[in-house]
């Protein structure tokens, strides 16, 4: 499998993982109308997008969306993987290793106490991959402790599922 196939089939994953996500949460009536979770949530999809509009050079810097209901949100969820699919399907093998500047980098460096290193387009694509990951573990756990049932998201059980298509809500 070559880097863009397996980037492709990451960003799969991370449309089931997240449709699995969602069903969990909404069948579970608090976890549903939880404001913490529901803020992890949108901090997931803000970041997927803000690295999309970075990928197509349209990045600016702009507050958070809010959306009035967990609805809203899940639609502009679900809107992000047809945007980021076509993006994904018009990208070649050399563009991967193109550099990538992430317009937030500097406000980072302060924390990092020292100058971020450049990037390029694979290594953040595969950012995006693994914070979405490490968000939707952070919304199973709060989803336990409201009382609900965590789905299985692993990228294993994706794969003996039969790389399934996502199922949102």
Same mark, same amino acid.
């Given at each position: /499998?070559n880097d863009l196939?397996?980037?492709?089939e990451?960003?799969?994953h ?6 699995v996500v %969602?069903t969990?949460?909404?069948? @579970?009536a +608090?976890?549903?109308e939880?404001?913490a979770?529901?803020?992890?949530? @949108? @901090?997931?999809h803000?970041v #997927? *997008?803000?690295?999309l $509009?970075v !990928? *197509?050079?349209q ?5 958070p969306a809010?959306?009035s209901?967990?609805?809203?949100l &899940?639609? !502009?969820?679900? +809107?992000?993987?047809r945007?980021v699919e +076509?993006y &994904?399907?018009?990208?070649?093998e050399?563009d991967?290793? $193109?550099? #990538?500047a992430v317009? !937030?980098?500097?406000m980072?460096?302060?924390? &990092?106490?020292r ?6 387009l694979? +290594?953040?694509?595969l950012q995006v991959? /693994? @914070? ?5 573990? $952070?919304v199973? /756990? #709060?989803?336990?402790e409201l009382?609900?049932e965590p ?6 059980? !994706?794969? %003996?599922?039969?790389?399934p #298509?996502?199922?949102?809500p």
């Open positions: /499998m196939t397996s980037l492709r990451l960003f799969r991370m449309e089931w993982a997240d449709a %969602w969990a949460v909404l069948a @579970h +608090e976890a549903a939880h404001a979770l529901r803020d992890r949530l @949108h @901090h997931l803000h #997927q *997008r803000a690295f $509009q !990928w *197509r050079g990045y600016t810097r702009t507050p809010n959306f209901d967990g609805a809203a &899940l639609n !502009w969820a679900r +809107e992000y993987y945007e +076509e &994904l399907g018009n990208l070649n050399q991967l290793n $193109q550099p #990538q317009p !937030w980098s500097r980072v460096e302060s924390r &990092l106490g100058k971020a290193e450049a990037l390029s694979d +290594e953040t694509l991959v /693994m @914070h979405s990951t490490y968000h939707r573990g $952070q199973n /756990m #709060q989803l336990r009382g609900g789905p299985l998201t692993d990228f294993i059980v !994706w794969l %003996w599922l039969g790389k #298509q996502p199922d949102w």
